[in-house]
């Protein structure tokens, strides 16, 4: 009877560690099919005006889609557009003046260097970050970071997962543009965690490294959303503020210049006067 007292005792306590398990983690959904931990409760918390920190005269340049616009398409997404001809004759004017690339990490341990740094990201996580950059970067030396659209990855017309882990491989950096895309200015506070904390987890199982930069969708950001992607774990966030970081910069709102199939660098005081 003591011996049976003692196996319900175990049971009864195993079954209560499953409980607790059970209620730390969540399944975000059917897509990733991947299990993950609860949100934190802690990750609205106001940061600390430490977070701020002065930094050189880095550009941070912004790109979408390297392809040629498909014209029969609705003309208002044109912007996001640079034909392989244009992004080629960009890195060529970069590598021309004595660029070297660089990750986002630069902006918090400056390194010596031998040419001038810059950051080269593309946002969303297109099909074409791997047809046409990622061999164009190999070609002329370069490496860029991405942010994929995690909820996307695998889907048509985007990165596979396996595509991913190729580029990183090769020095790509991957960070998150949360999992679908929304303006998190606009949508709950539990819902603006699960899109920038559960896509840096699931990111995170993708790659097999910690994901520390984040890139606010659409450019939508308020003091809401910068403490959250602060206390996520994040490093860094970059904005689509069309400016060069220059002088006192918060890591949570990196500028970067937009750039646009009809730029041209010579043509570009932020890149041609440094």
């Known amino acids: 009877m003591k011996k049976i007292s003692i196996l319900l ?3 009864v306590s195993l079954l209560g560690v499953f ?27 106001q940061i600390s005006p430490s977070e701020v920190f002065v930094s050189p005269a880095v550009p941070i340049l912004m790109y979408h889609h390297i392809q040629d616009y498909p014209y029969g ?31 986002l990490s630069y902006f918090q341990n400056p390194t010596r ?15 074409d970050a791997y047809d046409q950059v990622f ?24 990165l596979t997962k396996k595509e991913i882990l190729e580029m990183q491989a090769s020095g790509m950096t991957f960070g998150s543009h ?23 987890i699931i990111l ?16 939508k950001l308020n003091q809401n959303a910068i403490n959250i992607v602060a206390n996520s774990g994040y490093r860094t966030a970059v904005t689509t503020s069309n400016k060069i970081n220059l002088g006192k910069t918060d890591s949570f709102q990196l500028n970067r210049l937009d750039i646009q199939n009809d730029t041209r660098f010579e043509n570009l005081p932020a890149l041609d006067n440094l």
């Open 135 to 158: 061999p164009m970067l190999r070609k002329y030396g370069f490496a860029a970071t991405f942010y994929p659209i995690v909820n996307n990855i695998d889907k048509s017309g985007f």
């Open 204 to 219: 995170q199982q993708i790659t097999g490294k910690e994901v520390l930069d984040f890139c606010y969708p659409g450019g």
């Open 73 to 103: 398409k609705d003309l208002s997404s044109v912007s996001i557009f640079v034909s392989p001809a244009n992004f080629e004759a960009q890195l060529n004017w970069l590598a021309l003046n004595n660029f070297q690339t660089v990750n």
């Open 9 to 11: 005792l175990l049971f």
């Open 178 to 200: 949360s999992l679908s895309h929304p303006n998190l200015t606009e949508i709950s506070e539990s819902q603006a965690q699960q899109e920038i904390y559960a896509s840096k």
């Open 113 to 127: 260097i031998s040419g001038k740094p810059i950051v080269l990201t593309f946002d969303d996580g297109y099909q």
């Open 19 to 45: 409980l607790i398990c059970a209620r730390s983690f969540s399944l975000l959904n059917q897509d990733n099919a991947l299990l993950l931990p609860a949100v934190p409760p802690n990750l609205n918390a």
